[in-house]
């Protein structure tokens, strides 16, 4: 085993010692001697903890940030000893290596590099190349590191060494952006590690770099709060509270943009428009919930986070990293009673924060929708004719479209399944089955997967528009926002218009309202041999990770085949595979919204052409409400 004394000879030998600032006085400088929040892409600890395995215990992952539209010079690096959770109990800090009150194993710190311009720079802890993180702790800071001014724009690397003993647990932080140069290796040793500084764009090793791009892609240990001094220029440094709607639920890795950012929260401060690049931290993670943000102990335990922010303003002279603050919280605070989810949840959040940071604005953006695309039904038969009756209306459903079936069971199961329909009159159709009781049984729906915003229904409490009453809590929400109602934000920033349909208010747009593109050569040749890759004319409108849905042309809406998407190159789409023959002229269309795993699911987290539509469609201009 290498020794931390070995290694910091090692180190000093291949990377030499940080550099003496350099700064230009072309540059116009409101101060230069804070700290603020600087990198694209960094994220807080949150997901599942990973075990390490034998022959890759010791790992070095490679982070790539992006830099604002000012030089930056001095920076400093936090390690976190915990993780939050995501989903219900979001954002508790409770994903540690043992349980709350009894420590685990801790992650021991072999080195952290980072790479500049082709240049490694070594940082340090306390004097030291090498730290301990302890479970169930804030962490630890690196000591400041000053390079030669870093230009605008650019790329850091962060390269971070560490291991712990086989069979022990790490904190998950980042899903690696392999596209953007982005790399995890593994191995047993240091020394093995620290021979790829020689060929910084090796393969990621096999075994550690799995399921790229999708939710089951393992999240690798990095830092989470990252702070720069530089040649600020007064522009907006924001402190963003997020929940899964705004932090990148509904996208990973393979779909992160040139700078690393994902989801749409990201991606609009980021956007060079208006007032230019926001600088940004999002301190939520996907499911939180404001009522749960900055609060609690013990098992309940949200408040490291804060602590750490803290942190920075001590050794920041007393200044906060960050100027103003960006709420988009709200999406996942929903309670039978309105006056409860605004008051007690909604609004103690901002209560805390006008109480923390007193004097700073706070943006709200006002929430997404949530709907179903699917509607209950009462099934009959007669032979192999299934009779459906939807109680609420077809809206929208047409003969000759496909509609999927879910949810009969026992001896009715044949009645599931995909089906073209003949509509019969306002509330009925029939379809065309292989036969079975009548009536079936089950709580049973009829799913159009999203074809038209007309036929989505809204989750509870998300009825459009909002009343007087108290069961319409989203959009009294938004009303709430816009009217600074209870003084809950400082200023308001719409999305509704952004992202919402436009025939149907309140609901997601249906893929008859989006973009779609069509095969340009046939896909199958039997519907037996399967097949991974589709050629489109235009893939502009898709990522990777997000399902597609291919219709018979010209009408489009026969469906001949959902799939998902792995990766996408020029106008072929690698898919999870199919055997079914599709032809020349398919149609091939984007879902809205990623669905929850409900019955039925809902639809609440955009997909990436709904990304695009938020970040075109919240004017660059509304950035300006985000000035101090």
Known sequence: MITGSLLRKQLTHALGRPVT?????????????????FATRNRMASGALVTAAAGTNYVCTKIVVGTPQYKTRTFRFHLPGFASTEGGNSPQETVVTGTIGSPGNSVVIDGMLIRIAGI???????????????????GAWTDALTTPDVAAESEIEIWLFYHTAVGEKIWPVYRIQKHRGERVWGASDLATLLAFKDTPSADSTTALDSSYGGQAQPQYYGPDFMVAKGDWDGRAVVLGFADS????RQEYSAAADARGNLGWLRRWLDKDGGPGRIPHLLIGMPGAGSVREYTGTGSAIATRRRDIVRQIYAFNGNKWPFTSIVNQMGQNDTSTVYSTWFNTNYRSLVTRARTEYPGLKIAAFTPLGRTVSSRAITLTSSGTVATAIIASGLNGLVTGQTVSIQGATGTSTPYNGNYLITVIDANT?????AGGPSPAVGTIYANDLGLRAEYQSYSSQNAYPADATD?????????????????CCDEAIDTYAAWA?????????GMMELPSTTLTAQSGTDGVATYSTITVADASAFRPEQQIHIYAGPDGIARLSTQSIVSIAGNVITSSGSAVVLPVGSVVRPGASFGESTTPPSYVHPFGIIIDRIVAGVSQTEKLKLAA
């Open 245 to 248: 709607i705004g932090e990148a």
């Open 471 to 487: 069961n319409t809590g989203k959009w009294r929400l938004r009303a709430d926002i816009l009217a600074k109602t209870s003084a």
């Open 120 to 138: 490694f720079y070594t940082c340090t802890f306390g004097g030291a190349n090498t730290t301990t993180i302890v479970d169930q702790t804030n």
């Open 429 to 433: 159709f029939t379809y065309n089955f």
């Open 21 to 37: 600032k350099r700064r230009s006085a072309a540059v116009p400088i409101v101060d230069a001697d804070r700290y603020l929040f």
């Open 501 to 509: 349909s436009s025939v149907k208010g309140g609901a997601w747009p």
